[in-house]
């Protein structure tokens, strides 16, 4: 499986912030060292152009992160500090899900090891995410013309409300989103398809309920392209996860949403979205899984395309 990867996806944080930044460099040693990925399989992106991301965010929005001028209150609500380097590597993460698509167009499934960035908003970004990845890529790609309908399945353990909001009025792109019912975000626009879980959710009963409704997104989408968010937040200890899945549920979870993709024909790209876990160095190890039972999912049976690689060009 071919995957985008950027060294600068990892940039230095402020002493004790809570986010795992040094969890991407972590996962992509980590699927070196297992054979997971290769590294002539590794495509390293470039920052995404300011007039695709004007494609799924407004030109004052994208202003005030170019020359740095928010406030305080939406610096805080971004959960970052603004910089040059932040800004660069939220570029970089849109990039690699953009390429990462026009991957899984040719080869059936491929990865971005960052992305996901599900509460970025058209005016805004919160929870982390300055800009929304999946919408930039979706754009750009139904604009040239080789995709017409998405799929985002959001499995992260809080509610997609950027991607929801985005596409509200929009019946090209389907969002599902399986989540936390008492997590953040507490104000949830709705989704195409919006799962609650409740807190302490265990394996089964997660599993149970994607089984459910996986399958009626699938018919209600008609997808050229399945954006899977794979957060490792459900499971039991994550910092901000609230639910109790275990590392084989994490396992089976991935399972049932890749063996749908490889069945319907339909070209994934794989997200990490979400994971905090007690360390950068086990968020990794738990984000590695959906990469084994991708292997496992895909390497017998590689999903058929059409295009050859010589009919498509990085943008």
């Given at each position: 499986?071919?995957?985008?990867?950027h060294?600068?996806y990892?940039?230095?944080?402020?002493?004790?912030?809570?986010?795992?930044?040094?969890?991407?460099?972590?996962?992509?040693?980590?699927?070196?060292?297992?054979?997971?990925?290769?590294?002539?399989?590794?495509?390293?992106?470039?920052e995404?152009?300011?007039?695709?991301?004007?494609?799924?965010?407004?030109?004052?929005?994208?202003?005030?992160?170019?020359?740095?001028?928010?406030?305080?209150?939406?610096?805080?609500?971004?959960?970052?500090?603004?910089?040059?380097?932040?800004?660069?590597?939220?570029?970089?993460?849109?990039?690699?899900?953009?390429?990462?698509?026009?991957?899984?167009?040719?080869?059936?499934?491929?990865?971005?090891?960052?992305?996901?960035?599900?509460?970025?908003?058209?005016?805004?970004?919160?929870?982390?995410?300055?800009?929304?990845?999946?919408?930039?890529?979706i754009?750009?790609?139904?604009?040239?013309?080789?995709?017409?309908?998405?799929?985002?399945?959001?499995?992260?353990?809080?509610?997609?409300?950027?991607?929801?909001?985005?596409?509200?009025?929009?019946?090209?792109?389907?969002?599902?989103?399986?989540?936390?019912?008492?997590?953040?975000?507490?104000?949830?626009?709705?989704?195409?398809q919006?799962?609650?879980?409740?807190?302490?959710?265990?394996?089964?009963?997660?599993?149970?309920?994607?089984?459910?409704?996986?399958?009626?997104?699938?018919?209600?989408?008609?997808?050229?392209?399945?954006?899977?968010?794979?957060?490792?937040?459900?499971?039991?200890?994550?910092?901000?996860?609230?639910?109790?899945?275990?590392?084989?549920?994490l396992?089976?979870?991935?399972?049932?949403?890749?063996?749908?993709?490889?069945?319907?024909?339909v070209?994934?790209?794989?997200?990490?979205?979400?994971?905090?876990?007690?360390?950068?160095?086990?968020?990794?190890?738990?984000?590695?899984?959906?990469h084994?039972?991708?292997?496992?999912v895909?390497?017998?049976?590689?999903?058929?395309?059409?295009?050859?690689?010589?009919?498509?060009?990085?943008?």
């Amino acid at each position: 499986m071919r995957a985008c990867f950027h060294p600068d996806y990892t940039i230095p944080l402020p002493p004790g912030h809570a986010f795992p930044m040094e969890k991407y460099r972590a996962l992509y040693a980590l699927l070196l060292e297992e054979g997971l990925l290769s590294p002539e399989d590794v495509l390293e992106p470039g920052e995404a152009d300011w007039s695709d991301l004007a494609l799924a965010h407004s030109p004052a929005y994208l202003e005030r992160l170019r020359t740095g001028t928010m406030d305080p209150k939406e610096i805080r609500r971004l959960g970052f500090p603004w910089s040059p380097r932040v800004l660069r590597r939220a570029r970089l993460a849109v990039q690699g899900t953009l390429n990462a698509t026009m991957l899984a167009l040719q080869d059936g499934i491929a990865a971005n090891l960052a992305g996901g960035t599900h509460h970025a908003f058209a005016d805004h970004g919160e929870g982390f995410c300055l800009l929304n990845d999946m919408a930039v890529a979706i754009r750009v790609w139904q604009r040239s013309g080789w995709i017409r309908r998405a799929l985002i399945v959001d499995l992260d353990v809080h509610q997609g409300n950027g991607n929801a909001a985005l596409f509200a009025d929009d019946p090209s792109v389907y969002t599902f989103s399986m989540h936390g019912a008492k997590n953040y975000p507490f104000q949830k626009p709705p989704s195409d398809q919006d799962v609650a879980l409740p807190d302490g959710c265990r394996d089964a009963e997660y599993l149970e309920a994607l089984a459910e409704h996986l399958p009626r997104a699938f018919d209600a989408a008609r997808p050229d392209v399945v954006y899977y968010l794979a957060g490792v937040d459900p499971v039991a200890g994550d910092r901000f996860g609230r639910l109790a899945m275990s590392p084989a549920g994490l396992a089976a979870r991935d399972r049932l949403v890749l063996e749908t993709t490889r069945t319907e024909g339909v070209p994934v790209v794989l997200l990490l979205s979400g994971g905090y876990a007690a360390s950068a160095a086990e968020t990794a190890r738990l984000h590695a899984i959906t990469h084994r039972v991708a292997r496992d999912v895909y390497a017998p049976h590689p999903l058929p395309t059409g295009a050859s690689h010589a009919e498509f060009r990085l943008p």
